[in-house]
């Protein structure tokens, strides 16, 4: 298929999407990328394109954040993502519809616990797909949202037209290790201390705010440098 057809796909995929709540888009190869996106082997063949899907969280749950994730940034972290989830469902039957392949990922589904990995990792498909970088907190940043966002993707072989990532990082923002309860955000996102986040989510999981771990504290504080 020639490219005035893939783009002709991906700008009619992206209305779709963006008519059913989605605030942004975006599709990568990931035939490339499979050590860093594809993680599970049932998946790993397939598709050769991803598209990345993302939803802005709400603004006045975040705000809410003091120094603990509140219950209902909870429930709204729970409703996201059954919003993704649902969206991601129907991106896919529409794709079907047009007569190719797909396949919805969870957006928040655990296979190993003891290494934290899903069946795919969203943020690395969101940056691949020019969503965003990843700043410091070890989270996908995007220019206009921060990281106040989640993702989810659909796997496909529908013909699309792919985005380029983009150039750009996080430059003199440090917001989010400033709110970090855990001191986990270093100057560099290798430098990241993911055992401490993950001690600091376990703190709060056994202190009842939440019954998961999430937290939320750096998400608030990010909201992306604009220049």
């Given at each position: 298929?020639?490219?005035?057809a893939k783009?002709a796909?991906?700008q009619?995929?992206?209305a779709?999407?963006?008519q059913?709540?989605?605030?942004?888009f975006?599709v990568?190869d990931?035939?490339?990328?499979?050590g860093?996106i594809l993680?599970?082997?049932?998946?790993?063949?397939?598709?050769g394109?991803?598209?990345s899907?993302?939803k802005?969280?709400?603004?006045?749950?975040?705000d809410?954040i003091?120094d603990?994730p509140?219950q209902i940034?909870?429930?709204h972290?729970?409703?996201m993502?059954?919003?993704l989830?649902?969206?991601?469902l129907l991106v896919a039957?529409?794709?079907q519809k047009q007569?190719?392949?797909s396949?919805?990922i969870a957006?928040?589904?655990?296979?190993?616990?003891?290494k934290?990995r899903?069946?795919?990792?969203?943020?690395?498909a969101?940056r691949a797909a020019?969503?965003g970088w990843?700043g410091?907190?070890?989270l996908?940043v995007?220019p206009e949202?921060?990281a106040?966002f989640?993702?989810?993707?659909?796997?496909?072989?529908?013909?699309?037209?792919p985005?380029?990532?983009l150039?750009?990082?996080c430059?003199?923002?440090?917001?989010?290790s400033?709110a970090c309860?855990?001191?986990a955000?270093?100057?560099?996102?290798?430098?990241?201390d993911?055992?401490?986040?993950f001690e600091?989510?376990?703190?709060f999981r056994?202190?009842?705010?939440?019954t998961?771990?999430?937290?939320?504290?750096c998400v608030?504080?990010?909201?992306g440098?604009?220049?």
């Amino acid at each position: 298929m020639d490219k005035t057809a893939k783009a002709a796909n991906y700008q009619e995929l992206k209305a779709f999407a963006l008519q059913l709540g989605f605030d942004l888009f975006g599709v990568t190869d990931v035939t490339g990328l499979r050590g860093d996106i594809l993680l599970e082997p049932a998946t790993s063949g397939r598709f050769g394109l991803a598209v990345s899907l993302g939803k802005r969280l709400s603004d006045a749950v975040l705000d809410d954040i003091g120094d603990h994730p509140t219950q209902i940034y909870f429930h709204h972290y729970r409703q996201m993502n059954f919003f993704l989830d649902r969206g991601a469902l129907l991106v896919a039957d529409f794709i079907q519809k047009q007569g190719f392949g797909s396949l919805a990922i969870a957006a928040s589904q655990i296979i190993d616990w003891e290494k934290q990995r899903a069946h795919l990792s969203h943020k690395h498909a969101g940056r691949a797909a020019g969503l965003g970088w990843f700043g410091r907190n070890n989270l996908l940043v995007n220019p206009e949202l921060g990281a106040r966002f989640r993702l989810v993707t659909v796997l496909t072989d529908m013909p699309l037209e792919p985005d380029a990532p983009l150039d750009r990082d996080c430059g003199p923002c440090r917001a989010c290790s400033a709110a970090c309860p855990a001191g986990a955000i270093k100057e560099t996102r290798e430098a990241f201390d993911h055992l401490a986040c993950f001690e600091k989510l376990k703190e709060f999981r056994k202190k009842g705010y939440t019954t998961q771990f999430i937290c939320g504290l750096c998400v608030r504080d990010c909201r992306g440098p604009k220049a």
